[in-house]
């Protein structure tokens, strides 16, 4: 007569399908795709131009070569495919959903691609939200890719948490602006990840400043700039300022942002390549 189980497979040779369920890997994606590496680009609110951000990330690794796919997690919010100029729907074959290419070859797979009409509202519950996101995990033929960015809903609530615990992400990118208020609740944010024991790899302070094209005189719009005294307090090396910069949305507006060109990402894509 077999013993009772005790649950503990440390201790037991038997081959059973507790076992085999144990040995599951919850953060196991799509067995037709290989994802290299996972970068989840997040804020504390919205507003901060964190989707801006993640394409002009996503298009700047896509040049150096890489194999670049974009995962659109604001399910309530999508805008990856309106700044990248994409309007096909996402087709279905058997090794999964396939995402749609931009013109430079970033897969990219949204919400607005699966509906009949991109400005129909989705009105559902975090739990059907989250569930949404697995399966663009698990269900897109991704196939090979090298860096996936990950699109986030801000704040702290299902999707982030969801993210954190079914994808396997490598670190996260975290895009403020230089409001007093901003930065409290990008404490928030700083605080999750570190919860989650998912490493910061840079802070990106977006709308820093103005530049003026006459005289080149910088002008802080929205007050001087704490991010250095914020990523210093949370041991965080890696931080870039974007300017107030009307080329930059019109081209997301036009869904060009793949045509924006811009170093003063390149600490930021130097730690995402090195994490």
Known sequence: MSEECTHDCSTCAANCASREKKAEDPKAGNPSSKVKKVIAVVSGKGGVGKSMVTGLLAAAERRKGPSVAIMDADITGPSIPKIFG?????MGVEEGIVPAVTRTGIKIMSMNLLLDNPSDPVVWRGPIIGGVVQQFWKEVWW?????????????????????????????????TSPQELVGVIVEKALKMAELMEIPVLGIVENMSYFQCPDCGKKHFIYGESHLEELAKSHNISVTARLPIEPAIPQAADAGDIEGVETNMLDDVLTAIENA
Do not use: C, H, K, W
């Open 86 to 90: 994409v309007n096909e729907r996402a």
């Open 143 to 175: 196939d090979d890719v090298d860096y996936m960015f990950v699109d986030m809903p801000p704040g702290t609530g299902d999707v982030p948490l969801t993210v954190f615990q079914s994808l396997p992400v490598d670190g996260i990118v975290i895009v």
